[in-house]
């Protein structure tokens, strides 16, 4: 079934970024505690955050965006909602195109 291929291929896309954000805030809090060294990556991580914005090193694995870092990370929650109810219910009758990382495989699969 496509629609299955196309959500496994969505989940990939979201496990990537959420490694990256648990990894680089991980390792931005040991970094702070003077556990490890910061990093020129977790410099601009904190950077970011600071600014209130999304850190490159989640860009360069996420989805295109212009928002916030708070609004990302609500959009990031309902896109993962979205998938979430996809695994437990089934393929959307309706779907969020714009939820996924790479909508044209739902379109053309």
Same mark, same amino acid.
């Given at each position: 079934? @496509?629609? !299955?291929?196309? *959500? !496994?291929?969505?989940?990939?896309?979201?496990?990537? *970024?959420?490694?990256? $954000?648990?990894?680089?805030?991980?390792?931005? +809090?040991?970094?702070?505690?003077?556990? !490890? +060294?910061? @990093?020129?990556?977790?410099?601009? $991580?904190? @950077?970011?955050?600071? *600014?209130?914005?999304? =850190?490159?090193?989640?860009?360069? $694995?996420? %989805?295109?965006?212009?928002?916030? *870092?708070? @609004? %990302?990370?609500?959009?990031?929650?309902?896109?993962?909602?979205?998938?979430?109810?996809? +695994?437990?219910?089934? =393929?959307?009758? $309706?779907?969020?195109?714009?939820?996924?990382?790479? =909508?044209?495989?739902? !379109?053309?699969?």
């Amino acid at each position: 079934d @496509s629609s !299955i291929t196309v *959500l !496994i291929h969505e989940l990939g896309r979201f496990n990537r *970024l959420i490694g990256a $954000v648990r990894r680089t805030s991980a390792a931005l +809090v040991r970094a702070l505690n003077g556990e !490890i +060294v910061m @990093s020129a990556e977790l410099d601009g $991580v904190r @950077s970011a955050m600071a *600014l209130g914005a999304v =850190p490159e090193a989640w860009r360069k $694995v996420s %989805y295109p965006t212009t928002r916030g *870092l708070a @609004s %990302y990370l609500d959009d990031l929650q309902e896109r993962l909602a979205m998938l979430d109810a996809w +695994v437990d219910v089934g =393929p959307p009758d $309706v779907c969020w195109l714009g939820g996924l990382m790479f =909508p044209h495989a739902f !379109i053309t699969g």
